[in-house]
């Protein structure tokens, strides 16, 4: 059993769109990769070997600004307009890349670094010595630049916690984590389970948090979402920390492992109570009255879980969907939803079979999600080289 806290220094409201101490900060370099770094105030923030940087600087700045780093400072950059490339009559039909089409080599590029020359000035510098490059289309010529900029400037631009934003990021670094739960994905799921403010939901949740993290977020601080977890200590949502979440949005969740949920189990807690009735030290008392909340929190949980009447049931789970609504299904209202999503389609194809036959159930319905990336640039509008290939089955039913 468990809930998320947060300090008392964090309670009062936060923008969403300012980056603020203690936050987990999205950072989009020139390349394309996207890494993630912790704000805290009066520390240096690590972009591995793209440098460092004080985190005083982005602390208070708003997300989506780009800077350069310069000297361990933060230089803002001006957002860039895309422009249109010309197309030419020139093709890569003559350009011969072999050895010395760039005489500039790696030693004089490192000596032009540490002699302080801008990036700039050094791909400037690559561009004049290219022996092929004015053979090159105005195409290559733009990616060259890109590449070489993407190589040599420092530059990053943060991006704002968003589900989406997120929810990218974790894909992009372990989809498996994520058990094949991509954003569109995700989002079905939350529509089909009729995810709101003010509802009442259950969730089993072993994709990082991700699942956890969406129901927060259209919840928006009202109602109630309890999950059921098999781990004894608070379950590991690294996705719900990434989302910067307000101490508001997360103190509805409430968290029970799978043998507490049990109405029949008895759990085993220490004492809250000194043996003799009397407290020797404020040591013992503030450990006393931790335990006596503990106990209190996990006792009204299972109360809440027990008492039933709950809206929906959501599962992205490494185990049987089948054993995991046999166990939660009796704490739903008439009429809810149960919502299963898996990376495997025999897993919700099986399940929908047997869902079939159980009077208990409604229209079982499979659904796999399909979506094309688009790279989308003036001239260069097309579907994206590579793509992944599903995000999942998803199973949607309602409870008679």
């Known amino acids: ?96 890349d072999g050895e010395f089409v760039q005489p500039l080599t790696v030693d004089e590029i490192q000596a032009l670094k540490r002699a302080g020359v801008h990036a700039s000035d050094i791909i400037k510098k690559q561009i004049e010595q290219h022996a092929n490059y004015s053979l090159k289309t105005e195409y290559s010529k733009d990616k060259y630049k890109k590449r070489k900029e993407a190589k040599y400037h420092k530059i990053f631009t943060t991006i704002e916690p968003t589900l989406f934003n997120v929810a990218e990021y974790w894909w992009l670094k372990d989809q498996n984590r994520l058990r094949d739960l991509r954003i569109d994905s995700l989002s079905q799921v939350l529509n089909m389970a009729n995810i709101r403010p003010g509802g009442r939901y259950l969730a089993v949740d072993d994709a990082s948090g991700l699942l956890v993290a969406g ?57 809250s109570e000194a043996p003799d009735g009397e407290v020797k030290s404020e040591r013992q008392k503030h450990r006393l009255n931790k335990r006596k909340a503990i106990s209190d929190l996990l006792s009204n949980t299972r109360e809440e879980l027990f008492s039933g009447e709950f809206d929906s049931l959501v599962i992205a ?29 025999q897993v919700i194809v099986e399940l929908q079979a047997k869902l079939r036959s159980i009077p208990g159930y409604l229209s079982p319905t499979v659904t796999e999600a399909w979506l094309r990336r688009y790279q989308v640039l003036p001239g260069r509008t097309h579907p994206m080289m590579a793509m992944s290939g599903s995000g999942g089955f998803i199973l949607q039913t309602i409870k008679m």
């Open 317 to 345: 789970s490494e185990y049987d969907p089948l054993s995991i609504m046999e166990r939660l299904t009796p704490y739903l209202a008439g009429s809810s939803s149960i919502v299963v999503h898996s990376p495997f389609s």
């Open 1 to 96: 059993m468990s809930t998320f806290k947060i300090s008392k220094t964090e309670q009062k409201s936060r923008d969403p769109g300012i980056v603020h101490s203690g936050d987990q900060v999205l950072v989009r370099l020139l390349n394309g990769d996207v890494k993630s770094v912790k704000v805290e105030k009066n520390s240096s923030v690590i972009i591995g070997k793209f440098g460092t940087f004080l985190a005083n600087e982005l602390i208070g700045q708003p997300y989506g600004l780009t800077y350069e780093i310069v000297d361990k400072k933060l230089r803002y950059q001006a957002p860039r307009s895309l422009e249109e490339v010309e197309d030419t009559e020139a093709t890569n039909e003559y350009i011969n």
């Open 215 to 271: 129901i927060l977020e259209r919840m928006g601080g009202q109602g109630k979402l309890i999950t059921i977890c098999h781990t004894d200590s608070p379950p590991a949502y690294p996705v719900l920390g990434q989302m910067n979440f307000d101490p508001s949005v997360t103190d509805v969740l409430k968290s029970l492992n799978w043998a507490t949920a049990e109405e029949d189990y008895v759990p085993i807690l220490p004492p």
